[in-house]
C-alpha cells in the first residue's frame, strides 16, 4: 500500500516523498508449558498424581531470579555468618489451606533473627549468611533498571537460599485498577498460573489474611481491608524444592521464597516454612 500527499491542484506538494508501507510479521507466541498440581494431602501420602491445571502464560521474572539465585546456593557454598537485623513483631494473621508446613506447623530448629527492610520484613537462620543486593548507579543517561532481588540468604554448607524479589504487578498481569492485594488476581490456584514456574509441580498451597489497622481520617474512622498472602510449595524441572510466600501493595508484587536442592530439603523443611510464614509487607505508617 502507498501513502501520497497531493495538493489541490493533483500535484505532489514540494519536499513530500512517497511511501510503502509493508505487513507487519505475524509475530507467533510460543506455547506455555502446562502447570501440574498435586493434591497435598496425597503429597504427603507418597501417592501423589500430578494433574494439569492449565498452561502459564509466560515465567515470571520473579521465579526466574529464584531460581538462579537457588542455583547459585547450591553451586557455591558459603560460610555460616550472622545476618545483621533489627527486632521488629510480625502482624497477626489467620490462615486457611491445606495441612502442608506452609499454612502452620513445625517452626525450624534453631535460631532465627528478625530482618527489617523499608517495606517487608521476615525472620531468617540466624546461621545463615547474607548478601547485599547494591544498586547500579550511572552518571550519565538513564539509570539501569533495578534487579528484582532485593535480598538474598544463603545456608552455610551451601544448597538452600532465602530470596526476596519484586516485581511490577502490571507486568505480570495487565490489570484496570492498580494491585492492592493479591486477591485482584483471584485465588491462589489462580494466581499460581501467574506465579510460578514453567513445569512446576505444585504441591501444596494455602492463603493467610493478615488483620490491618484502622485509620483515623478528618471523615471519620476508615476500616483498613486485610492483606492477602498466598503460599505455594512446589518443585521445578531442574530438582529445586521451593516454598514462597506472596503478596501485593500499592502496584508490586513482593515474593519471599526458600529454595533447596533435592537432597537439602528433608533438612531444610522445617525452617524454610518458618521463614515464609513469617513474611510481611510494611505499609509506609507502620
Same mark, same amino acid.
Not at 74 to 95: L, T
Not at 106 to 125: C, H, I, K, R, W
Not at 261 to 268: K, L, N, V
Given at each position: 500500500?502507498?501513502?501520497?500527499?497531493?495538493?489541490?491542484?493533483?500535484?505532489?506538494?514540494?519536499?513530500?516523498?512517497?511511501?510503502?508501507?509493508?505487513?507487519?510479521?505475524?509475530?507467533?507466541?510460543?506455547?506455555?508449558?502446562?502447570?501440574? +498440581?498435586?493434591?497435598?494431602?496425597?503429597?504427603?501420602?507418597?501417592?501423589?498424581?500430578?494433574?494439569?491445571?492449565?498452561?502459564?502464560?509466560?515465567?515470571?521474572?520473579?521465579? +526466574?531470579?529464584?531460581?538462579?539465585?537457588?542455583?547459585?546456593?547450591?553451586?557455591?557454598?558459603?560460610?555460616?555468618?550472622?545476618?545483621?537485623?533489627?527486632?521488629?513483631?510480625?502482624?497477626?494473621?489467620?490462615?486457611?489451606?491445606?495441612?502442608?508446613?506452609?499454612?502452620?506447623?513445625?517452626?525450624?530448629?534453631?535460631?532465627?533473627?528478625?530482618?527489617?527492610?523499608?517495606?517487608?520484613?521476615?525472620?531468617?537462620?540466624?546461621?545463615?549468611?547474607?548478601?547485599?543486593?547494591?544498586?547500579?548507579?550511572?552518571?550519565?543517561?538513564?539509570?539501569?533498571?533495578?534487579?528484582?532481588?532485593?535480598?538474598?540468604?544463603?545456608?552455610?554448607?551451601?544448597?538452600?537460599?532465602?530470596?526476596?524479589?519484586?516485581?511490577?504487578?502490571?507486568?505480570?498481569?495487565?490489570?484496570?485498577?492498580?494491585?492492592?492485594?493479591?486477591?485482584?488476581?483471584?485465588?491462589?490456584?489462580?494466581?499460581?498460573?501467574?506465579?510460578?514456574?514453567?513445569?512446576?509441580?505444585?504441591? +501444596?498451597?494455602?492463603?493467610?489474611?493478615?488483620?490491618?489497622?484502622?485509620?483515623?481520617?478528618?471523615?471519620?474512622?476508615?476500616?483498613?481491608?486485610?492483606?492477602?498472602?498466598?503460599?505455594?510449595?512446589?518443585?521445578?524441572?531442574?530438582?529445586?524444592?521451593?516454598?514462597?510466600?506472596?503478596?501485593?501493595?500499592?502496584?508490586?508484587?513482593?515474593?519471599?521464597?526458600?529454595?533447596? +536442592?533435592?537432597?537439602?530439603?528433608?533438612?531444610?523443611?522445617?525452617?524454610?516454612?518458618?521463614?515464609?510464614?513469617?513474611?510481611?509487607?510494611?505499609?509506609?505508617?507502620?
Amino acid at each position: 500500500m502507498k501513502l501520497q500527499c497531493s495538493s489541490a491542484t493533483g500535484q505532489r506538494p514540494m519536499g513530500v516523498r512517497t511511501a510503502s508501507l509493508r505487513p507487519a510479521a505475524r509475530l507467533q507466541r510460543c506455547p506455555a508449558a502446562p502447570l501440574r +498440581a498435586v493434591r497435598a494431602a496425597d503429597a504427603a501420602e507418597g501417592t501423589a498424581e500430578a494433574v494439569e491445571i492449565g498452561g502459564i502464560p509466560r515465567r515470571s521474572a520473579l521465579m +526466574a531470579a529464584l531460581a538462579a539465585a537457588a542455583g547459585a546456593a547450591a553451586a557455591h557454598p558459603s560460610p555460616a555468618a550472622a545476618a545483621e537485623a533489627a527486632a521488629v513483631d510480625a502482624p497477626a494473621a489467620s490462615g486457611s489451606g491445606s495441612g502442608s508446613g506452609i499454612a502452620g506447623g513445625g517452626g525450624g530448629d534453631g535460631a532465627f533473627t528478625p530482618f527489617l527492610d523499608n517495606d517487608y520484613s521476615l525472620e531468617v537462620p540466624a546461621a545463615y549468611t547474607y548478601y547485599e543486593t547494591p544498586i547500579a548507579v550511572v552518571d550519565r543517561g538513564p539509570q539501569p533498571e533495578r534487579s528484582p532481588v532485593r535480598a538474598r540468604w544463603e545456608s552455610p554448607g551451601g544448597g538452600v537460599s532465602i530470596s526476596v524479589l519484586t516485581q511490577r504487578a502490571q507486568t505480570i498481569k495487565r490489570t484496570v485498577l492498580q494491585v492492592s492485594d493479591l486477591a485482584q488476581y483471584g485465588p491462589a490456584d489462580e494466581v499460581a498460573k501467574l506465579l510460578l514456574p514453567r513445569g512446576a509441580a505444585l504441591l +501444596a498451597s494455602a492463603s493467610i489474611e493478615e488483620a490491618r489497622r484502622s485509620r483515623d481520617t478528618p471523615l471519620g474512622v476508615v476500616e483498613i481491608p486485610p492483606r492477602t498472602y498466598y503460599l505455594y510449595e512446589f518443585t521445578t524441572p531442574q530438582g529445586l524444592h521451593v516454598v514462597m510466600s506472596a503478596a501485593a501493595q500499592r502496584g508490586t508484587v513482593y515474593v519471599a521464597g526458600v529454595s533447596a +536442592a533435592a537432597g537439602s530439603w528433608d533438612e531444610a523443611k522445617d525452617a524454610a516454612a518458618r521463614v515464609v510464614r513469617s513474611f510481611r509487607i510494611r505499609t509506609p505508617s507502620a
